[in-house]
């Protein structure tokens, strides 16, 4: 006889079959037994609590009731037949009524027995009633772990209820694998790991998840739970990160030559921030170890990031590399282009620049001027990429607002020289710091988090639909000043066509109040061909208009100093960091900004916090965190592809120190025992070989 163990096929398990099977493997991906345990409750209903009959109200949720059944009858015909019970305790009596499985219920509801009935009391007439409760009889019997206080709640779906996998139903099966087999359940984690964070064993962290002893019991498994959960997922991605600093060797930056000096001492018009020079020391130290670098900067808008990659880049140049800048869109590639030329003048390296538009002829000779090492820095678009762009010895690569590069294009940067060149990824976009541990927890993160001195701080205003026209007098008297001004609209994909009308009735009204020819309005959206596009951000730029309006087009890296107001239609369509990011296109000039946020008058609770949130602060760490608290991670941008969403029990938002626990327990075990070599760790040895991880060159991202 087929003896079934714990990672039996769900098919053999009592009370399954292959109907159910089907339906468990199609509808929650369950194949196993131990996929079955690892589905979790989502939610607790606390069994302890009674309520008398006296004490019901219409609202609310799920109660329970001891009472005794005190008269039971069939009536009505045909699909309206139902069985209506009269249920009494000693403050007064509702009715329960059943109008499915009335055989069943005819049978086993006892007239003059005493139950447990739980569900959600309804009010018709004054009279209340439950449909449908789940009847227990009184006092309990010994449940599996003891009295069932908990009760636990599963996810179900509604091809799963036909097939009565309700959460009761699937209550019952996790009580069958577990009486069966929880014997068998391995523990997953070192002894000394346990024991150092006082973790539940899994055996016990299973039992109590499903059917919890008491409201402590349930908590120290959900804490085992989650602790697992992160530890292996940051297991993971610091394995990844030690085998490739193991395989692949990187560029030694050892000198700080006459580049970096000259600019340092002679060019650099301010002093460095104490967050900038720290990253920069950062990279320093990370090109003088042999071993490739992949480092995250985050700095919010403004921060000052940009100094930060081009002292990276000269000091490759003072070691004989070339170094190269990779910006999403044309228009940021020639403003680094430009801000970099601008900055180093025609002193030191050379600088070049190649995108989509670099015509051919020119390209021709900009590929020989590479393969020859005479230029020594390269910024442009994913045209830098193409097989066809080859360097002399490429050291370094410096990738703005990484989001839009995918792990294909990285790849390929990678093989544009011997040794990979070194890898720094700037991002505007500051994500909370347990988001970055587990999005980029195979990266080193520096973090820019300290603006230059003598920034003003943008001046944040919420302003409703009723107070448009003092918005309007307030950009009269700003462009008057000589400032040019932002308007933001949301264009969304699936209210595409209603966006645009709300775009182009804004336009109109615009041009009333502010006509030609002493007002230019400026027009880019994402439905423009891009020359167009180029050349109304082009008359922006040069101050030609004085009103841009745009959609999201220009929430990344545009620089215009001049422009000190933003102002954002429809504010609480957006969400908090993409806000935030538009907020930062102004803020650059000397002179005090504004971001106005317009919003209808009814707004949610969630919106309106968002709002509140910007007029309250401007530090961008702050506001994802926020953010993550708001919406949780899956919103947040780079998550989707990553492990983040397939957690099932932690949360990022709310595990932040299990999480850091998890992670530094790795981050130490790493360095006592690199290869996992020790037999205490094992267990997380054979985790890895299983996961098989073992890393090649394009699986790394
Ligand atoms: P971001 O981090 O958004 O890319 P930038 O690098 O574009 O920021 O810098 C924004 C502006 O601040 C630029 O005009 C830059 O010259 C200036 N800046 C950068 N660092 C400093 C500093 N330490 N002191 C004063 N101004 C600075
Ligand atoms: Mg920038």
Known sequence: MYTATIDAPIEYLKGVGPMRADLLKKELGIYTYAQLLHYYPFRYI????????????????????????????????????????????????????????????????????????FGKPNVFNGQFSISHPELETYPRPQ?????????????????????FLDSKGIQQLQRIVLEQHLREIPENMPAYILEKYRLMSKRDAMLNIHFPGSASALQLAQRRLKFEELFFLQLQLLNSKKLRSLKFKGALFNTVGHNVNTFYKEILPFEL???????????????????????????????????????????????????????????????????LTGLLGDKLVKVAILTGSTPKKQRSKLHEALESGEIQILVGTHALIE??????????????????????????????????????????TPIPRTLAMTLYGDLDVSVIDELPKGRKPIVTRHLYEGQRLRMFGFMREEIQKGRQVYVVYPLIKESEKLDLLHLEAGIEQLRYQFPLPNYQISIVHGQMKNADKNFEMQKFVEGKSQIM???????????????????????????????????????????????????GNKLSKEGKVRLETMVKTNNGFEISEIDLQLRGPGDIQGT?????????????????????????????????????????????????????????FDKIS
């Not at 720290?278 to 990031?305: A, C, F, H, P, Y």
Request: glycine content about 6%.
């Open 46 to 117: 606390d069994r302890t609590r009674f309520y008398k009959i006296a004490e019901l109200q219409p609202e609310l949720p799920l109660v329970q009731i001891v009472g005794r059944i005190t008269g039971k009858e069939l009536i009505g015909e045909k699909h309206k037949k139902r069985i209506v019970a009269k249920f009494t305790d000693d403050s007064g009596t509702i009715e329960l009524v059943w109008f499915q499985s009335l055989k069943w219920v005819d049978e086993h509801v006892e007239r003059g027995k005493v139950y447990i009935a």
């Open 549 to 599: 309006v745009a959609t999201t087009v220009i929430e990344v890296g545009v620089n215009v100093p001049n422009a000190s107001i933003m102002i954002i239609e429809n504010a609480e369509r957006f969400g908090l960091s993409q806000l935030h990011q538009l907020r930062g296109r102004v803020g650059r000039g000397a002179e005090q900004s504004f971001c106005i946020l317009m919003s």
């Open 387 to 428: 097989d066809k762009v080859q360097f002399q010895n490429l050291g370094l690569v410096v990738i703005d607002e990484q989001h839009r590069f995918g792990v294909e294009q990285r790849a390929k940067l990678w093989r544009k020289n011997q040794i990979p060149p070194h890898i720094l990824v700037m991002t505007a």
């Open 143 to 163: 449940t599996l772990a003891g009295n069932l206080t908990l009760q636990p709640i599963y996810n179900s779906t509604e091809k799963l209820k036909k097939r």
């Open 640 to 696: 989707q592809q990553s492990g983040v969403l397939d957690l099932k029990l932690a949360d990022l938002a709310q595990d932040q120190v299990i999480l850091a626990e998890a992670r530094s327990t790795i981050i130490e075990l790493f360095d006592e025992d690199p290869m996992l070599d020790h037999p205490k760790n094992s267990l997380l040895k054979s985790y890895l070989n299983k996961k098989n991880q073992g890393i090649t």
């Open 273 to 339: 921030t104490n967050a900038q020079k720290r990253v920069i020391k950062e990279v320093r130290l990370d090109t003088q170890r042999g071993v490739q670098m992949n480092r995250l900067v985050q700095g919010d808008v403004g921060s000052g990031k940009t100094v930060v990659a081009l002292m990276s880049m000269l000091l490759a140049n003072d070691n004989g590399y070339q170094a190269c800048m990779m910006a999403p869109t044309e228009i940021l590639a020639r403003q680094h282009y430009e801000s």
